[in-house]
Protein backbone atom coordinates (compact mmCIF):
# COMPACT_ATOMS: atom_id res chain seq x y z
CA UNK A 1 0.00 0.00 0.00
CA UNK A 2 1.50 3.18 -0.96
CA UNK A 3 2.63 5.76 2.06
CA UNK A 4 1.52 8.83 1.82
CA UNK A 5 3.53 11.69 4.02
CA UNK A 6 1.89 12.96 7.20
CA UNK A 7 0.27 16.49 6.16
CA UNK A 8 1.75 19.57 8.01
CA UNK A 9 -0.59 21.12 10.45
CA UNK A 10 -2.76 22.69 7.71
CA UNK A 11 -5.64 23.08 9.90
CA UNK A 12 -4.98 26.77 11.22
CA UNK A 13 -4.69 28.01 7.91
CA UNK A 14 -8.56 26.76 6.76
CA UNK A 15 -9.53 27.99 10.04
CA UNK A 16 -7.87 31.82 9.86
CA UNK A 17 -9.18 31.59 6.28
CA UNK A 18 -12.69 30.68 7.08
CA UNK A 19 -12.59 33.44 10.21
CA UNK A 20 -11.87 35.82 7.67
CA UNK A 21 -14.68 35.42 5.82
CA UNK A 22 -17.40 35.05 8.11
CA UNK A 23 -15.65 37.94 9.95
CA UNK A 24 -17.41 40.02 6.98
CA UNK A 25 -20.63 38.26 6.29
CA UNK A 26 -23.86 39.87 6.38
CA UNK A 27 -26.87 38.54 8.55
CA UNK A 28 -28.28 37.11 5.63
CA UNK A 29 -25.15 34.76 4.48
CA UNK A 30 -25.12 34.09 7.66
CA UNK A 31 -28.61 32.17 7.31
CA UNK A 32 -28.00 31.50 3.94
CA UNK A 33 -28.55 27.62 3.35
CA UNK A 34 -25.85 25.59 3.09
CA UNK A 35 -24.38 22.57 1.81
CA UNK A 36 -25.53 20.04 4.47
CA UNK A 37 -28.95 19.25 4.40
CA UNK A 38 -30.97 21.34 6.27
CA UNK A 39 -27.92 23.33 8.08
CA UNK A 40 -27.74 27.16 7.59
CA UNK A 41 -23.97 28.47 7.40
CA UNK A 42 -24.89 29.21 11.50
CA UNK A 43 -25.40 25.41 11.90
CA UNK A 44 -22.28 24.85 10.40
CA UNK A 45 -20.08 26.99 12.13
CA UNK A 46 -21.82 25.52 15.26
CA UNK A 47 -21.15 22.28 14.28
CA UNK A 48 -17.24 23.11 13.09
CA UNK A 49 -16.59 24.51 16.87
CA UNK A 50 -18.67 22.31 18.50
CA UNK A 51 -15.70 20.47 19.87
CA UNK A 52 -14.10 23.88 21.15
CA UNK A 53 -17.09 24.58 23.28
CA UNK A 54 -18.30 21.10 24.50
CA UNK A 55 -16.65 19.43 27.02
CA UNK A 56 -16.01 15.58 26.97
CA UNK A 57 -18.98 14.34 29.86
CA UNK A 58 -21.36 16.70 28.10
CA UNK A 59 -20.30 15.04 24.68
CA UNK A 60 -20.89 11.71 25.54
CA UNK A 61 -23.78 12.28 27.66
CA UNK A 62 -25.79 14.23 24.39
CA UNK A 63 -24.28 11.30 22.88
CA UNK A 64 -25.87 9.04 24.82
CA UNK A 65 -29.18 10.66 24.56
CA UNK A 66 -29.07 10.15 21.11
CA UNK A 67 -29.13 6.51 21.17
CA UNK A 68 -25.26 6.84 20.71
CA UNK A 69 -26.12 8.09 16.90
CA UNK A 70 -23.33 10.83 16.10
CA UNK A 71 -24.91 12.28 13.02
CA UNK A 72 -28.19 12.57 15.08
CA UNK A 73 -26.30 13.77 18.11
CA UNK A 74 -24.45 16.35 15.71
CA UNK A 75 -27.53 17.45 13.84
CA UNK A 76 -29.51 18.45 17.49
CA UNK A 77 -26.59 20.02 19.13
CA UNK A 78 -26.15 22.14 16.06
CA UNK A 79 -29.54 23.59 15.64
CA UNK A 80 -29.55 23.95 19.72
CA UNK A 81 -26.60 26.14 19.53
CA UNK A 82 -27.68 27.79 16.34
CA UNK A 83 -30.37 29.03 18.43
CA UNK A 84 -28.55 29.77 21.43
CA UNK A 85 -25.40 31.69 20.58
CA UNK A 86 -25.11 35.19 18.02
CA UNK A 87 -23.63 34.94 14.56
CA UNK A 88 -20.65 37.18 16.41
CA UNK A 89 -20.45 34.65 18.85
CA UNK A 90 -20.43 32.00 16.85
CA UNK A 91 -17.58 33.65 15.01
CA UNK A 92 -15.65 34.34 18.08
CA UNK A 93 -15.36 30.49 19.29
CA UNK A 94 -13.71 29.77 15.74
CA UNK A 95 -11.26 32.69 16.14
CA UNK A 96 -10.35 31.90 19.63
CA UNK A 97 -9.59 28.76 18.41
CA UNK A 98 -7.93 28.52 15.16
CA UNK A 99 -4.54 26.91 16.89
CA UNK A 100 -6.87 24.41 18.90
CA UNK A 101 -5.23 20.93 18.65
CA UNK A 102 -8.65 19.01 18.61
CA UNK A 103 -8.64 15.71 16.57
CA UNK A 104 -11.67 13.50 15.79
CA UNK A 105 -11.21 10.11 17.41
CA UNK A 106 -9.28 8.01 15.22
CA UNK A 107 -8.81 10.42 12.76
CA UNK A 108 -5.64 12.11 14.23
CA UNK A 109 -4.26 15.30 11.75
CA UNK A 110 -5.77 14.41 8.77
CA UNK A 111 -9.26 13.85 9.96
CA UNK A 112 -9.31 17.22 11.50
CA UNK A 113 -7.75 18.53 7.79
CA UNK A 114 -10.52 16.91 6.48
CA UNK A 115 -13.26 18.14 8.88
CA UNK A 116 -12.07 21.66 7.97
CA UNK A 117 -12.28 21.71 4.17
CA UNK A 118 -15.06 19.51 3.59
CA UNK A 119 -17.30 21.56 5.72
CA UNK A 120 -15.48 24.71 4.88
CA UNK A 121 -16.54 24.13 1.46
CA UNK A 122 -20.25 23.58 2.76
CA UNK A 123 -20.10 27.61 3.43
CA UNK A 124 -17.96 29.21 0.89
CA UNK A 125 -19.60 27.15 -2.16
CA UNK A 126 -23.53 28.25 -1.36
CA UNK A 127 -21.68 31.93 -0.97
CA UNK A 128 -19.71 32.10 -4.02
CA UNK A 129 -16.28 32.71 -2.00
CA UNK A 130 -12.82 31.09 -2.71
CA UNK A 131 -12.16 27.43 -1.73
CA UNK A 132 -9.56 26.02 -0.19
CA UNK A 133 -6.53 25.68 -2.72
CA UNK A 134 -5.54 22.51 -4.60
CA UNK A 135 -3.07 21.46 -2.78
CA UNK A 136 -5.01 21.32 0.42
CA UNK A 137 -7.85 19.39 -1.08
CA UNK A 138 -5.24 16.98 -2.28
CA UNK A 139 -3.86 16.40 1.11
CA UNK A 140 -7.84 14.99 2.06
CA UNK A 141 -8.58 13.45 -0.68
CA UNK A 142 -5.17 11.54 -0.91
CA UNK A 143 -5.97 10.17 2.75
CA UNK A 144 -9.69 8.85 2.08
CA UNK A 145 -10.19 5.12 2.25
CA UNK A 146 -12.80 3.00 0.98
CA UNK A 147 -14.42 3.50 4.83
CA UNK A 148 -14.32 7.27 4.33
CA UNK A 149 -15.66 6.97 0.65
CA UNK A 150 -18.03 4.87 1.86
CA UNK A 151 -19.16 7.05 4.71
CA UNK A 152 -20.80 9.60 2.30
CA UNK A 153 -22.30 6.65 0.29
CA UNK A 154 -19.52 6.91 -2.32
CA UNK A 155 -19.00 3.93 -5.09
CA UNK A 156 -16.14 4.50 -7.69
CA UNK A 157 -16.65 1.29 -9.33
CA UNK A 158 -15.61 1.26 -12.83
CA UNK A 159 -14.04 4.92 -12.63
CA UNK A 160 -11.29 6.35 -12.23
CA UNK A 161 -11.20 10.28 -10.87
CA UNK A 162 -8.35 12.34 -12.29
CA UNK A 163 -7.66 16.03 -11.01
CA UNK A 164 -6.46 18.05 -13.59
CA UNK A 165 -5.46 20.49 -11.20
CA UNK A 166 -2.80 18.66 -8.94
CA UNK A 167 -1.27 15.11 -9.11
CA UNK A 168 -4.28 13.39 -7.67
CA UNK A 169 -6.64 10.06 -8.70
CA UNK A 170 -9.06 8.25 -6.98
CA UNK A 171 -10.38 4.82 -8.20
CA UNK A 172 -8.79 2.37 -10.09
CA UNK A 173 -11.73 1.50 -12.69
CA UNK A 174 -11.41 1.49 -16.25
CA UNK A 175 -13.66 4.41 -16.49
CA UNK A 176 -11.53 8.15 -16.70
CA UNK A 177 -13.44 11.11 -14.83
CA UNK A 178 -11.64 14.78 -15.60
CA UNK A 179 -12.56 17.02 -12.69
CA UNK A 180 -10.84 19.78 -11.03
CA UNK A 181 -10.08 18.84 -6.98
CA UNK A 182 -12.72 20.99 -5.77
CA UNK A 183 -15.12 19.03 -7.95
CA UNK A 184 -13.90 15.82 -6.97
CA UNK A 185 -14.45 16.33 -3.50
CA UNK A 186 -17.88 17.47 -3.54
CA UNK A 187 -18.66 14.66 -5.93
CA UNK A 188 -16.97 12.29 -3.17
CA UNK A 189 -18.95 13.24 -0.25
CA UNK A 190 -22.02 13.57 -1.82
CA UNK A 191 -22.04 17.71 -2.20
CA UNK A 192 -22.62 17.03 -6.03
CA UNK A 193 -23.51 14.22 -8.11
CA UNK A 194 -21.24 12.09 -9.36
CA UNK A 195 -20.54 11.74 -12.60
CA UNK A 196 -21.94 7.85 -14.30
Not at 68 to 96: E, G, I, V
Not at 147 to 164: P, Q, S, V
Not at 167 to 190: C, F, H, N, Q, S
Request: aromatic letters at 6%.
Amino acid sequence: MRRHPRPRRSQPIERHALAGLLAQASPDQWAEPSLCDGWRVREVVAHITMSYRISMPRFLFGLARSGFKFNSYSDQQARADATRLTDAQLLASLQDNIEHPWRPPGGGQVGALSHDVIHGFDITEPLGWPAAPPERIKLVLEHAGKKNLAFFGTDLTGKRLIADDVDLTLGDGPREIRMTAREMLLAVTGRAPLPS
